[in-house]
């Protein structure tokens, strides 16, 4: 019995997203180990959340419920063990004007709405797509969020004044802030040198909390944002109107939310795989984040998604199962119900050391190094993705280093379209043009400049062996060719063809000559028109 409930923990808890070689056994230490990841996390969660609930402009507990429910789904239900959820500022910056506009049960509304959004993504499949992400723009998104990190810590240096006004810090307050986020990453570099039985950011915290305590040192401490204490989440149904004018309010806000949400999850979620050697998971991410999101309206929660900084800190600090994330929800929880006044004891200062440390571990440092090395478009995107994540949000970077990437292949792949010319070997006078390269929309224009239909012999031979038609335009330009041919009275063989192209090109006249070696993938869907209208790529 011991023995199969063993084997279920380890099952529920380790998932099945790890390569053989990097699967961790769940042994008391790898609990432990875990376990502390969680206590850590969560301490860096309590200053995020509450933070990013004053951006949306909602109230505090607001940012921490969240925070703790949707942490807890994703941890069980997430398709990466070792990631962690949160409240985030990617979605704080885009909820604060429906706030605004509507309050706070517009924003419940929407989060639920929000996570239907994601949960029909994630039952169509479509996490998959975050493979057509290319590596510049992952170098891009790790680099501009990092550096995002790192200048939402600077509002910490901000104190309110008597009249609620907020000043940057000055004087000998600004010098103990500074010396204590400095010991704080000196602590967390030098513990995993001497010790790795407790994670060094839970180490530091500690030290410099007791030193501030111990000392009566006068620096802001967490109780100084607002207070923690609160009750269990309560289940609420939104109070907003069940009406078409509610749901034309708050559709465009759960798209936009459901977006950055999943786009930031899935990259967050390939970007833990590549440190702790796990595959796949990309549409069960979706569901998780769609139902962590569903359930946080409900109970009066402002949603979220994945936080790179804290999935750092879990993973650095040695997790590797779901329980790290698990146990970081619970004890969220428990400062809210139990602990608070000990908790908002702690040193702003030591929270923003250890996400400081968080922003030069994220920063992909090699890539400065190799914007010299690789091709200048690659090094654009880069750039670009990294610039756009900064001063827009991480979606729109996405896209625009997406779309620049796909310019750029479409425009190179265009200029690989060619043709050998040889006189036939079966067709007495006929020349052969033996297309090489692939045809599609970007090189359409380039296959028709290739043929001499002035000169050309009575009989035309179009090769395909060497090339791939891979959409309509490419179809449309074989048309268009072998149209003009016909125009002057001579005749036009296309070889090598996938059968589909040889039932659409069939319907307008042309000669197409069968071989056992024509290839059979998918460019088309006939629809009954000249050359139909045209679905996958082949």
């Not at 502390?36 to 969660?45: C, F, H, K």
């Not at 268009?480 to 001579?490: L, P, Q, R, T």
């Not at 090109?505 to 000559?513: D, H």
Request: proline share 4%; net charge negative; charged share 15%.
């Amino acid at each position: 019995m011991a023995f199969l409930i063993t084997s279920w923990l380890n099952r529920l808890l380790v998932g099945a997203s790890y390569t053989d070689s990097a699967r961790p056994s769940l042994t008391p230490r790898l609990i432990f180990t875990d376990t502390l990841a969680g206590l850590t996390v969560s301490l860096a969660l309590v200053p995020e959340a509450i933070a990013f609930a004053f951006v949306a402009g909602v109230a505090p507990l607001v940012g921490l419920y969240a925070a703790f429910i949707v942490g807890l789904v994703t941890a069980v239900l997430g398709g990466r063990p070792g990631m962690i959820s949160g409240a985030t500022g990617a979605l704080a910056v885009v909820m604060v004007s429906l706030v605004l506009q509507h309050g706070a049960e517009y924003l419940f509304a929407t989060v639920v709405l929000m996570g239907i959004l994601q949960l029909i993504a994630g039952a169509l499949r479509w996490g998959k797509f975050i493979r057509m992400i290319p590596h510049p723009v992952m170098l891009g998104f790790v680099n501009g969020l990092a550096i995002v990190i790192g200048l939402a810590q600077l509002e910490q240096f901000k104190i309110i004044d008597g009249d609620g006004t907020k000043t940057w810090m000055e004087g000998s307050l600004l010098y103990t802030t500074l010396a204590l986020i400095a010991l704080t990453m000196a602590l967390i570099w030098i513990t995993p040198k001497l010790t790795k039985f407790i994670p060094a950011p839970l180490l530091a915290i500690g030290v410099v909390t007791f030193a501030v305590i111990g000392f009566d040192i006068d620096v802001p401490r967490i109780g100084d944002l607002a207070s923690m204490a609160g009750g269990l989440p309560s289940f609420a149904i939104p109070m907003v109107p069940l009406t078409l004018e509610t749901l034309t309010i708050i559709a465009p806000y759960a798209l936009i939310l459901a977006a950055i949400g999943l786009i930031e999850s899935l990259l967050t979620l390939n970007l833990v795989g590549d440190m702790t050697e796990q595959r796949g998971g990309a549409s069960q991410e979706c569901l998780a984040q769609g139902t962590a999101n569903l359930i946080t309206g409900f109970f009066g929660g402002m949603g979220g998604c994945a936080m790179i900084g804290q999935s750092m800190i879990n993973v650095k600090s040695g997790a590797r199962t779901r329980l790290s994330g698990i146990m970081a929800a619970l004890f969220l929880l428990s400062f809210i119900l139990f602990t608070s006044t000990a908790i908002e004891q702690i040193p702003i200062a030591a929270l923003i050391g250890v996400m400081f440390m968080v922003v030069i571990g994220t920063f992909a440092w090699n890539s400065i190094r190799i914007l010299f090395k690789v091709p200048l478009s690659d090094a654009l995107v880069v750039v670009v993705v990294t610039f756009v994540t900064v001063i827009e949000d991480l979606a729109i970077a996405v896209v625009v280093g997406v779309i620049m990437s796909a310019l750029v292949y479409a425009w190179n792949a265009a200029k690989r379209i060619d043709a050998v010319r040889r006189a036939s070997i079966r067709e007495e006078g006929a020349l052969v043009y033996e297309i090489q390269g692939p045809l599609f929309f970007s090189s359409a224009a380039g296959f028709r400049e290739l043929f001499d239909f002035a000169n050309d012999p009575q009989t035309v031979i179009i090769d395909f062996a060497a090339s791939r038609v891979v959409d309509q335009s490419a179809l449309q330009a074989i048309d268009d060719v072998a149209a003009k041919y016909n125009s002057i009275g001579k005749r036009v063989m296309l070889r090598h063809l996938s059968h589909d192209c040889h039932r659409l090109l069939a319907k307008s006249g042309q000669l197409i000559v069968d071989s056992d070696d024509d290839p059979d993938y998918q460019v088309a869907a006939d629809y009954g028109v000249k050359l139909g209208v045209f679905g996958n790529g082949g």
